[in-house]
Each structure stands twice: as structure tokens, then as C-alpha cells.
């Protein structure tokens, strides 16, 4: 259960090797950043305020990741741990407030207005970005790495690299990769070997980690066991919710299979390890006035996909609500919610944005197989709206709700309404020197060589929905833990 923000995917590999390629549009610089997500762009002005020459390399059209590209509510431990050009983007102009349950949340000055602090602070420090483009292959020494080097998360007996030698990397090469109408990426490239960038300094900012796949570093994603670093809370947990909602396509036959959304997966015993991820989503911004974007009709609606709602709507399974709010440790609450569709950002739910558990392959996956699992979850919101407004299971409530909900305008309006960016809370990670683990959170390490600040509550998602005795189970997502600082 090895905890990393997001956003700071890092890696910082040395190299001195000039462009050669002489077919290639190439750049030779002091430092290539990876990944215009807010980390990405932050490490770019820091570098380019020592006075370093910076390419920002953004595979979409757009600066800040998710801040910017779905959250504009932020909200941190201590405000007092922020500062510099993070504190100028985020906060200028904008009033802290105090949360109940300690630390300080911001409403924030929306995602369009975020997108644009991001662009004019780059344009400011005269730093080169890059857009469209996503990187294909990496040299690393004499080796040229074209796919991640990696099937398999790290094994807990398993050696890990650690010369750096080794993984000395030279160069990227980059595809041109646009995004489509939407904001989603393009499972195949315009144009192959498009740009070559070599630098003295790479760091990938990137959720996706696509860089540090290619380096030759050692990396891993999904959950480790308890036993991995010696982590009472790692691994699998217990499920979050167990629904008293058949499973199967004929009820009680579990050689009939499964309904749609309810996955064929085997979890391991408490404590061990996988290779799953919390489950990722959209975070949209809607209007519910009537007056907002359309969200676009279904081209591929089937209602036996949503037979999983169907018949928790029958039986009276409350799949809305089910979001633990911590208050104090090992203390939770449950926020009673209504039926509806289209909120529930960030939901702990059955039934809200996220299917859980169908972002297995997206960690460590190609651009294809990540391209499919964009668009599904843009589909999911188009479906399960029409679903809500004429499945005659949906009860009133929801198709007041549904018929009313389109995207808000002003926030995303060059993609359509739809968020330009997807929430992937976890994927690579690179496996170092040093870790961060379960006692680095509890406050029981001096770390050495800090270099930043963190203070924030450590929550976790669920990772796959599944069956449980017979039952759908949303499969982990719960732990309590303190932070101490």
C-alpha cells in the first residue's frame, strides 16, 4: 500500500547525448519535463528560474491535469505546506476557508481559469511546450526502448535495478498523437518519430508514467502485500459494501455468468497482493438548469447493461448514498443521496461515475487499450443517463434528474462539455532507494533529503466490483489511517 501523489509520477535520469538524428526535427536541452499536469509545470518553472533551457513536453492541448481538467475544489491538510508558484496559481484571488475536520478547502476560480494560470505562467518564464505529442520510444544508452519494460508488478522477494548507470537515458522520441474531439487520446499515432528531444535531466510528470515504463528503472503499480514493506493496512482490504443484489444473468445460476459491470475477478485473501488500481472517472462539471451543452444520445445503448441497477432499484438496494466521510479515526458517516445520475464525482458508490475495476489494463498499458477505457467511461455517462430517463425501473426522481443534466458551458467547451482530462489516481510508480510506506504516513520516519511537503488525509477507492457470497461487493476502498506531522 505504497501511497504516492497522483500527479508526481517523478523521475530524474542524466544523460549528455546531443541530438543525431538528422531526419527528425530534434531539440537539445538542459531539462525535458514530461507531463503538463500541475506537478509537470511546476517542475518546468522551477528549472527554468534556475536558468535552465526547458521543454515542456503535454501529450493533450491543455496545462495542469486534473487541476483544470475536472477539480476545482481543492483542498489540502495545511495551508501553510503550500507556497511560491503553487500558492500564486491556486490561491491568487481566492479565499481559504477552514474545514471542520481541520486543514482548508478552496473553492477554487474554475477549471477554465486554472488551464489558463497554467499556460500564461509557462509563457511568462519563456518555457517551450510541446503539445500533442506523447512519447514512443526512449534511448537508454544504447538501447532504444519502445514499450514498457515490465508485464508484471514488482514481486515482493524480487532484486530491483539500482545502478544508474544502466539507466542512463539520452533521448526521447515523440509521436504525434492529437487528442479527438472529446479531449480522448487516439489509440495510434498521426505520425511516428515526429520529435526527438535530448536532454541533460528528464523528469516525467505524467499519471501515466510512460517515460519511467521506458527508462529501464524499476517501477510497479497495483497493491503490494501486507509483507511487502512490512504494512499492516497493504494489500487487499475488506469490501466496502456487499449489496444484496444478485449477480448472476439468471438468478442463482452462477454457471448462467454475470450481469454487465459485475467482473469475473478473483480477489485474493485479506493482505495480498494485485495488480488492480483505484477505480478512475470523469469529473464533470454540469448544468442543470437545461440551458447547458447536450450531453450527446447513445449510438450504443443496450439496457441489459444496466441490469445490476435494474435490480437494485426493484429490490430497494440503496446503491446511491455509501460514501464514508471520515470524522474522527475509525469514524465514519454515510451522506444519504437520492437517486440520480450524473453527480456522485467522486463516490464511493455502486451506482455514480466510476464502474470500478475496468481500469485493469490502463496502468501499464498501451495507448490503445487506454484510448478503449477513456471512451468507455465517456459512454457509461451517455448510457447511463438514457438508462435513467427511460428504463421504466428508474424511479421519478432520477428522470427529472436525468433529463435536466447537460455539461456546464464556459468550462469545456472545446471538447464538447467533456473534461479534458481522465482521473487516473493511480498507475506507475517508480520503486527506489527509499519508499514511501504506511510508516512514513503514520509519522514514525525521519525521511532523509526532503524536498517538498505533504498534508493531506490518505484515503483510498475501490479497486473492482465482484461477487461476494453470492452478492455484488464493491471490492476495497476503506482504511483509516492518521497523518502526523
Known amino acids: 500500500m505504497r501511497h504516492h501523489f497522483a500527479s508526481i509520477v517523478f523521475l530524474a535520469l542524466f544523460g549528455s547525448h546531443a541530438c543525431i538524428a538528422a531526419d527528425v526535427p530534434c531539440h537539445d536541452v538542459d531539462v525535458c519535463v514530461y507531463g503538463g499536469t500541475a506537478s509537470g509545470v511546476m517542475a518546468a518553472l522551477a528549472a527554468g528560474k534556475e536558468g535552465a533551457n526547458v521543454i515542456l513536453v503535454e501529450p493533450s492541448r491543455w496545462l495542469g491535469g486534473m487541476t483544470g481538467g475536472g477539480i476545482n475544489h481543492l483542498d489540502w491538510g495545511k495551508g501553510n505546506t503550500v507556497g511560491g508558484s503553487t500558492y500564486k496559481i491556486l490561491m491568487e484571488g481566492v479565499k481559504e476557508q477552514p474545514r471542520a475536520h481541520g486543514g482548508h478547502a478552496v473553492q477554487g476560480i474554475g477549471n477554465r481559469a486554472y488551464r489558463e494560470r497554467f499556460k500564461k505562467a509557462v509563457e511568462d518564464r519563456g518555457i517551450t511546450v510541446i503539445y500533442n505529442h506523447r512519447v514512443g520510444k526512449v534511448q537508454v544508452g544504447d538501447r532504444t526502448i519502445d514499450s514498457p519494460t515490465r508485464k508484471d508488478p514488482i514481486a515482493m522477494n524480487e532484486s530491483i535495478t539500482k545502478s544508474k548507470k544502466a539507466n542512463v537515458i539520452q533521448s526521447i522520441t515523440l509521436d504525434y498523437a492529437p487528442v479527438d474531439e472529446t479531449g480522448c487520446p487516439i489509440p495510434e499515432p498521426e505520425k511516428r518519430n515526429a520529435i526527438t528531444i535530448s536532454a541533460k535531466v528528464f523528469i516525467d510528470c505524467s499519471y ?238 525521519d525521511p532523509p533529503h526532503a524536498v517538498g511537503l505533504a498534508a493531506y488525509g490518505v484515503d483510498d477507492w475501490p479497486y473492482a466490483v465482484v461477487v461476494e457470497d453470492g452478492k455484488v461487493a464493491v471490492q476495497g476502498g476503506a482504511f483509516s489511517i492518521v497523518y502526523i506531522d
Open 208 to 445: 501515466e508514467g510512460d517515460v519511467l515504463g521506458m527508462s529501464g528503472a524499476s517501477y510497479t503499480w497495483g497493491r503490494e502485500s501486507r509483507e511487502h514493506y512490512d504494512e499492516s493496512l497493504a494489500g487487499v482490504r475488506p469490501s466496502l459494501w456487499v449489496h444484496d443484489i444478485d449477480p448472476y444473468v439468471e438468478p442463482g445460476d452462477p454457471e448462467s455468468g454475470l450481469v454487465p459491470f459485475v467482473q469475473d475477478k478473483t480477489i485474493g485473501p485479506l493482505g495480498s497482493a494485485d495488480s488492480l488500481s483505484m477505480g478512475y472517472c470523469f469529473r464533470h462539471e454540469f448544468d442543470m438548469s437545461g440551458k447547458g451543452i447536450p450531453i450527446p444520445e447513445p449510438t450504443n445503448y443496450d439496457p441489459a447493461e444496466f441490469e445490476v441497477y435494474r435490480r437494485a432499484i426493484r429490490d430497494g438496494v440503496d446503491i446511491f448514498s455509501n460514501r464514508h466521510m471520515r470524522t474522527t479515526l475509525n469514524k465514519f458517516t454515510v451522506h444519504k443521496k437520492a437517486p440520480f445520475v450524473g453527480g456522485a464525482q467522486s463516490n464511493r458508490n455502486l451506482m455514480g461515475s466510476t464502474v470500478y475495476g475496468c481500469n485493469e489494463d490502463y496502468p501499464n498499458g498501451d495507448w490503445v487499450a487506454r484510448s478503449q477505457i477513456w471512451k468507455f467511461h465517456q459512454e457509461f455517462l451517455i448510457n447511463s443517463i438514457h438508462f435513467a430517463k427511460t428504463d421504466p425501473s428508474a424511479p421519478k426522481s432520477m428522470k427529472q434528474r436525468a433529463i435536466k443534466t447537460s455539461f456546464k458551458k464556459g468550462v469545456f467547451d472545446e471538447t464538447g462539455g467533456w473534461p479534458n482530462q481522465f482521473y487516473v489516481r493511480q498507475a506507475r510508480r517508480l520503486v527506489s532507494s527509499y519508499v514511501v510506506t504506511q510508516k512514513d504516513l503514520e509519522g514514525r520516519t
